[in-house]
């Protein structure tokens, strides 16, 4: 479990694969000397596990189902990532919660500077716009961030300089392809609409609307 609040910038150092598994060798802003070998760790947003590690480096396993439907699949050697470790539950959650399980890959149609900010504007899948929620919460790349607006399939997000500065955003481009994690509460309350037989006119007829 995570909270789209990133802990450092790592960089990729190595890739490779062994057998069925590919192996991530990543240098990270920050110290490992309390890692512990399994624990899960956040790249890019994705929930991913340590196998080996050093004072100055580790290395996660990717399953090649996660490294072909997210974006991992665009890594290279010096390439920057966002990492994130596990939540602690005596820790503040200071974002939301995130669970590393990518739902989508979704591309940046359009970047626009507000004043020392940027809006980001991607575009999401039919299946995943209907989660969005305007204020509601969405993890790019890991990061945690406000949806600003959306409107069908676009959906906007606003990188305050402090995320600029943080996080790997800084370096997104036009077209970049995105690791979209929705909001699990927006999709647990859809689920249990859908199953409970809610409709509007079910709320109109008991006077909720």
């Known amino acids: 479990m995570f909270t789209g609040i990133i ?4 960089v990729v150092l190595g890739i490779k694969k062994s057998n069925s598994q590919l192996l991530i060798r990543i240098q990270p802003s920050f110290k490992t000397d309390d890692f512990k070998l399994g624990e899960s760790i956040a790249v890019n947003g994705c929930c991913l596990t340590v196998l ?4 100055s480096w580790f290395e996660v396993y990717v399953s090649v189902e996660t490294f072909t439907c997210t974006n ?3 890594l290279k050697i010096k390439k920057l990532v966002n990492l994130e470790r ?23 149609k359009k970047i626009q500077a507000v004043g020392q900010s940027k809006m980001i504007t991607l575009v999401i899948g039919k299946k995943n ?4 929620l305007e204020k509601g919460s969405i993890a790019l790349d890991g990061i945690s961030l406000t ?4 409107d069908r399939q676009l959906c906007k997000v606003n990188l305050i300089p402090e995320t600029l500065n943080s996080t790997t955003a800084a370096t ?6 995105i690791n979209i994690e929705i909001d699990s509460l927006a999709k647990l ?9 809610l409709s509007k006119n079910f709320l109109c007829e008991h006077g909720f609307l």
């Open 7 to 10: 802990y450092g910038i790592g």
């Open 52 to 55: 080996r590690f050093s004072q």
């Open 72 to 74: 991992l699949t665009n």
């Open 86 to 108: 596990a939540l602690k539950l005596n820790e503040r959650l200071g974002g939301h919660i995130v669970t590393g399980h990518i739902d989508e890959v979704a591309p940046i």
């Open 129 to 132: 716009s209907g989660f969005l």
């Open 147 to 150: 949806i600003v607006s959306h």
């Open 172 to 177: 997104w481009r036009l077209g970049q392809k």
């Open 189 to 197: 309350a859809n689920s249990t609409i859908k199953q409970s037989h």
